[in-house]
Each structure stands twice: as structure tokens, then as C-alpha cells.
């Protein structure tokens, strides 16, 4: 029979969700700059946080990442991998098919690759939250705890309501590196910015009752 710690970790690590499928976040320097009209582009990752910015983006560019998305929500990884690498060689200067692909190559398990794609984001995009947050995610499922921590820390130094950062951060030190104040502070940020979660409050709870012991 599992231990009720490992049915804490699995519980906790499952509910981390896939951070938005972006093209761009807005003050992070990734932006694209193929000819043709500008198009409002407004991405939700899956705990609600919303950003939009306008970007010139080649028609088959656009195509494909839009048909990769549908492949990464359907789980054909295969698919989705192989679109998002045509739309990174097809739009070089936009580093969101590259944080897909990483999530697309994580999803599937392949960890470095997962690493090198997200490393090509923040080549173009050094300040993109969502790439940080998702190498954060990489590197923890890799073992490598402190890297983990020192990209999500990254993501808030730069986006302090990058709630998934909060989250993610929360879970690590709670779970990882038994950082009690650091999780319980980044727990209270995430509940602040997301009171509609079910779960957080059970975990700030769960917490505090181990902390006491």
C-alpha cells in the first residue's frame, strides 16, 4: 500500500496543469516580425491567467500551431510535435512554438528534448514566464530540485502574478524540499489570485497540521 506522503505527491504533482499555449506574452521580447497584418492574439493557461499581444504571424506559421494545439488537447503528441517543429522552422522569431513543443516533448516524457526546446525560447524571450515556468516543471520531473526552484523564482521576479509560478513554486518546496515557509507563502499568493481552486485551501491546511508537528 502507497504511503499517504507518495498519495500526496502524486495527488499534487498531477494537478499541475500545462501552462498557456502561447504565441506571445506581452514585455517579454518575444514578438514576431513577419510581413503581413497584426492579429490580437489572446492566450488562457488552464488557471486562468490571460495574455494578449498583437503579433505579425505568417499564415503557415499560424496554421500549424493552431492545428498543433488540437493535437496536444486531443494527446496526439506525435502529431503535435512534429507541427510545432514546421512552425519554429517557419517562424524562427516566434519563441511560443518552442514553449509548445516543450510541453508537447514533456507530455510525451522526453525530458531533454523538453529542455532544449523551452532553452530555445528563452534564447529568444529571456523574461517569458511561461517558459521559465515550464522548465521549472521539466526540471523537477528531472530531479533537479534547485534549478526548478531558480526558474520559477525567475518567472516572479520579472511576472510577480504569474500565479501558475506561484503554484508550481508552492508545490516544490512543500513536496521537494520540505521548504515549508517558502511553500506556505507561495500557496497564500496562488489561493490570493486563484480563491476559485478547490484544493489549496486542503493544502495550506495540510501544511500548517505537519508544520505543528
Known amino acids: 500500500m502507497r504511503s499517504r506522503e507518495a498519495h500526496r505527491r502524486s495527488d499534487r504533482a498531477a494537478f499541475v496543469p500545462i501552462a498557456a499555449l502561447l504565441l506571445a506574452v506581452a514585455g517579454t521580447g518575444c514578438t514576431a516580425i513577419a510581413p ?11 488557471s486562468g491567467f490571460t495574455i494578449s499581444e498583437k503579433a505579425r504571424i505568417p499564415a503557415r506559421a499560424r496554421e500549424g500551431f493552431d492545428d498543433a494545439n488540437r493535437a496536444i488537447a486531443a494527446g496526439d503528441l506525435d502529431r503535435a510535435i512534429a507541427l510545432l517543429e514546421e512552425a519554429a522552422a517557419a517562424a524562427p522569431e516566434l519563441c511560443a512554438p518552442r514553449i509548445n513543443l516543450g510541453v508537447a516533448l514533456a507530455r510525451k516524457g522526453d525530458l531533454a528534448a523538453a529542455e532544449t526546446a523551452l532553452l530555445g525560447a528563452l ?8 517558459a521559465k515556468n515550464e522548465l521549472g516543471i521539466v526540471y523537477r520531473r528531472m530531479g533537479r530540485f534547485a534549478d526548478a526552484r531558480s526558474r520559477f523564482e525567475s518567472a516572479l521576479e520579472t511576472h510577480p502574478d504569474f500565479h501558475p509560478a506561484h503554484r508550481n513554486l508552492a508545490i516544490l518546496c512543500d513536496l521537494y524540499l520540505g521548504d515549508a515557509a517558502c511553500a506556505l507563502e507561495h500557496y497564500e499568493r496562488y489561493r490570493d489570485a486563484v480563491p476559485s481552486d478547490p484544493k489549496v485551501e486542503m493544502w495550506i491546511a495540510d501544511l500548517r497540521q505537519r508544520s505543528q508537528r
Open 36 to 46: 503581413g497584418p497584426p492579429r490580437a492574439v489572446e492566450s488562457l493557461d488552464a
Open 123 to 130: 534564447a529568444l524571450s529571456p523574461r517569458h514566464p511561461v
